[in-house]
């Protein structure tokens, strides 16, 4: 089974469109001190060893840590930063070469073997390790995985064949090749996220064995490093590294202040007592910029709201119904009333973040158009009662409600919003066949994509492809473009396939999120990423 | 007296193991997946979920798994032992972290019950039909109609960040000062409470036989209020805020979210979210500890404030 996992979703359903990003922050008055501190709103982080880590709260810690091989550029292209160089002939072997000087906090040398040693670890199934799906591509990852022979049952799993990936081969200290089991055209995008990190000597008990209490206190080779230990519920401090030989940050440390609560957070950012409030809770969109001016920033993210049909119920089999419903719906209307602009109208199927996304990919069928919708609903024999499930625990409950309404209003028939109290039980749902009727999802990239959009919600096999929705076409073309010789050709292969989605529409694209952030009056330039994640080396005191 | 407070500790730990059982099989019975739960939105991956499966028994399903776990979980508590969560920390750790805080908001709550409430209604209870007692009937009234939702973000909103005399949020290692403000609000609703039956209860025995005859034999007034009334008065209060102590730290979910203030609340509430059955289980016994031990103490109290009182 193909596994993939959307990072980073504890922030639930806000955040999301393209637009001001680049517009900066705090303007340009006064000059920074170097010697201050700032503090950051996260929540309790899942874990802090980078396989395992893909909350967003996690990220944030770890990428002050560590530096990645590569990052994103201003059009989310990979650049290298602590690689030399990512290299291939054929799309199969990848050759990266690791900058020279790079050393962890405690003074150990960076070398191949510290990645070697952190992915071999990840990818091993009884690690248990939450990213191991990033290592899937690598050739010899089956051998690191094993299944139980009763399920759940009694039984344990048989060991694994082999410990490390057979794709992964040290040529000398700073030079190591990836054999990947096929072709993979954007691999070097990929490697910029979190999973990918090295680890040094001092995290291993044992080869193989992540020591007790590093993830309380985990070295890196980032521009900065641990202050003491996590303490748990209540903060994580940083400090800068002063041997990081890449682009020194700007303050020197940060703490990351837990949360709970958006609301908490908010209040301290209002009276200055938290510098950077990453989200920005959705009660208080209508008067945060009245209150912050311009301390009430956004930019994009990479959240992806839609409703889609369960290709079990017979009644939304055919595509004409599913354009009806789409076409009926009012997206600007619930995107100005509910999210207050924090979120933009989706009418394509993958985000504005991605190289390769088109406007209006979606066409006629997103357009608001309630004659036509009702005309084309009645003539494809549409249900008379239609039901929206969601999670109860996210707050869906209004814009469910007001989409409910926008298609009773539009197209005569019966409209309920269903609430599931937890996103587990409406899965559960799902699985079982119930007529949950259209379902309520949401989708956030591992790394800057089509592909990351295209695979997971809608092949066949895809992770997050709860509905059912299946066209061989499309997985032949998603497939043909992961195999293509350059990302530019893989683009065109993806496009393709998007235009199958536009023609049968599995799912109706609703919003595209983007982050809405606030920060006091004691920082600026303080900006958010596609992933929700504060850049530490960018960030400045006014002093 | 001895063998009353021999019989009560036994009393207690037939009903500590009640609870804990009633509360496993209350988790167990509402558990769908916590390992969902526990990924929110994220797939779980095959190899991730039979680990998290095998670490923590959750194959064991129907009634046999139930017992099953929880004489395992029973076993390891009498071990002292109070297992993992399904974040992967140490419960004991996190109680240990998290009571001591609770614990301090708690007495601060109780503290301005005890202070405002009961000064308050010994003077209304005095000046009965006075504007004092008519305007704190009318307070106190307001102040039990708002619930703490409402009351916690408003105070923390106007107090903490539109007149900035307190910090809107208290944080992991507050100061006194910082859980003031949640403190006044988490007491407030005591307070109101204690204030009313102090109020009635002086306002009661001031007409008693025995104030009448105190008067009769010249004793001053401020004499016969502290000794004879106050002490005869302050029993249901006592009874009252007693049970209360158990409230404020159980009670303290709403009120450690708003101020973000680590304690036992702010895990029950994570807890119950993400079904992470052992830890509400772990809280929740710590709680019941709590309610036991608040009871014996106001039961034994009374015998000091009144003398007729005997425990055999």
């Known amino acids: 089974m193909q596994v993939r996992r959307l990072a980073a979703w504890t922030a639930l359903p806000l955040a999301a469109t393209l637009g001001l990003a680049a517009c900066g922050s705090g303007g340009d008055s006064g000059e920074s001190d170097p010697n201050a501190t700032v503090s950051v709103q996260i929540a309790e982080p899942q874990h802090l060893i980078s396989t395992n880590t893909n909350d967003s709260s996690g990220n944030q810690v770890l990428s002050a840590l560590f530096t990645p091989l590569v990052d994103y550029d201003e059009q989310n292209k990979p650049y290298e930063v602590a690689a030399e160089s990512v290299t291939s002939t054929d799309n199969v072997t990848w050759t990266i070469k690791l900058k020279d000087g790079y050393t962890f906090h405690d003074g150990e040398k960076v070398t191949a073997d510290s990645y070697l040693n952190a992915w071999n670890y990840g990818a091993y199934a009884p690690n248990g390790q939450g990213n191991s799906y990033f290592f899937e591509k690598i050739a010899g990852y089956e051998d690191l995985q094993s299944t139980d022979p009763d399920g759940d049952g009694p039984q344990k799993a048989p060991e694994p064949k082999s410990d490390t990936l057979t794709g992964l081969k040290k040529v000398d200290d700073l030079t190591f090749t990836v054999t990947l089991a096929k072709p993979y055209a954007e691999f070097k995008t990929v490697l910029g996220y979190t999973a990918f990190y090295p680890l040094p000597a001092a995290a291993f008990s044992a080869p193989g064995v992540i020591k007790d209490g590093f993830e309380d206190a985990p070295i890196g080779n980032g521009p900065f490093k641990m202050k003491g230990t996590w303490q748990h519920d209540a903060k994580v401090e940083v400090e800068r590294y002063d041997a990081y030989p890449g682009e020194k940050p700007k303050i020197a440390g940060a703490e990351f202040r837990i949360y709970q609560q958006l609301t908490a957070a908010y209040a301290d950012v209002l009276s200055d007592n938290l510098d950077v409030d990453v989200t920005v809770p959705t009660e208080s969109l209508s008067t945060a910029a009245t209150d912050l001016g311009d301390r009430f920033q956004q930019s994009p993210a990479s959240s992806f709201q839609f409703v889609a049909f369960p290709t079990f119920q017979k009644e939304f089999s055919k595509p004409d119904v599913r354009k009806a419903v789409s076409m009926a719906i009012d997206r600007d209307e619930i995107t100005r009333s509910i999210f207050k602009e924090s979120q933009i109208s989706a009418r394509s199927f993958v985000s504005p973040v991605v190289a390769g996304y088109r406007d209006d990919t979606c066409g006629e069928s997103c357009e608001f158009n309630p004659a036509k919708a009702k005309e084309l609903y009645q003539a494809a024999g549409g249900p008379a009662e239609l039901k929206i499930t969601y999670n109860g625990d996210g707050g869906h409950k209004d814009w469910v409600d007001a989409t409910c309404n926008q298609l009773k209003a539009n197209l005569g028939v019966e409209c309920v919003g269903a609430a599931e109290p937890k996103f587990s039980d409406l899965l559960t749902k799902v699985d079982n066949k119930q007529p949950v009727g259209l379902i309520r999802l949401g989708w956030l990239m591992d790394y800057p994509s089509m592909e990351n959009y295209l695979g997971p919600l809608y092949t066949t096999n895809g992770s997050s492809n709860y509905y059912g929705y299946s066209n061989p076409d499309f997985d032949r073309l998603v497939q043909e473009g992961t195999a293509a010789a350059t990302p530019d050709e893989a683009v065109k292969k993806y496009q393709q396939a998007e235009d199958i989605l536009a023609a049968e529409m599995p799912v109706i694209p609703l919003r595209f999120g983007q982050n809405v952030y606030a920060h006091s009056t004691r920082v600026k330039n303080v900006e958010v990423d596609l992933f929700q994640v504060v850049d530490m080396t960018k960030i400045e005191v006014v002093s | ?312």
């Open chain 2, 1 to 312: 007296m001895f063998r009353y407070l021999v019989r009560r500790l036994l009393q207690m730990v037939l009903a500590f193991f009640g609870t804990t059982l009633i509360v496993y099989a209350l988790m167990f019975a509402g558990q769908g997946d916590p390992i969902q739960a526990l990924a929110g939105e994220r797939p779980v991956s095959e190899a991730q979920r039979a680990y998290l499966t095998e670490k923590f028994h959750l194959d064991q399903t129907g009634v046999g798994g139930f017992f099953y776990r929880y004489v395992d979980y029973v076993g390891n508590l009498l071990r002292g032992d109070l297992g993992d969560s399904l974040t992967g920390r140490k419960i004991s750790d996190m109680l240990a972290q998290a009571w001591p805080v609770t614990v301090k908001l708690a007495i601060i709550g109780l503290l301005v019950a005890i202070l405002v409430g009961v000064t308050a209604g010994i003077i209304a209870g005095l000046r009965r039909g006075g504007i004092f007692d008519n305007a704190t009937l009318a307070l106190t009234l307001l102040v039990l109609g708002i619930p703490t939702i409402v009351l916690a973000p408003l105070a923390q909103y106007f107090l903490g960040v539109k007149l900035p005399l307190f910090p809107p949020t208290a944080g992991s290692e507050p100061s006194i000062y910082a859980l003031l403000l949640p403190g006044i609000v988490l007491g407030s609703l005591s307070l109101a409470t204690a204030l009313r039956l102090t109020r009635t209860s002086v306002a009661e025995n001031l007409r008693s036989d025995y104030v009448r005859t105190a008067k009769a034999k010249g004793l001053p007034i401020r004499r016969i209020v502290s000794v004879h009334v106050l002490r005869n008065s302050l029993i249901p209060v006592i009874t009252f805020l007693g049970v209360e102590l158990g409230n404020l730290m159980s009670g303290a979910i709403i009120t450690e979210g708003v101020f973000n203030i680590p304690g036992v609340g702010f895990n029950l509430f994570r807890g119950i979210k993400t079904e992470d059955g052992p830890l509400v289980v772990g809280l929740v016994s710590v709680l019941v500890v709590v309610y036991l031990v608040s009871n014996l103490v106001v039961d034994v109290l009374y015998a000091v404030l009144d003398p007729r009182i005997r425990y055999e």
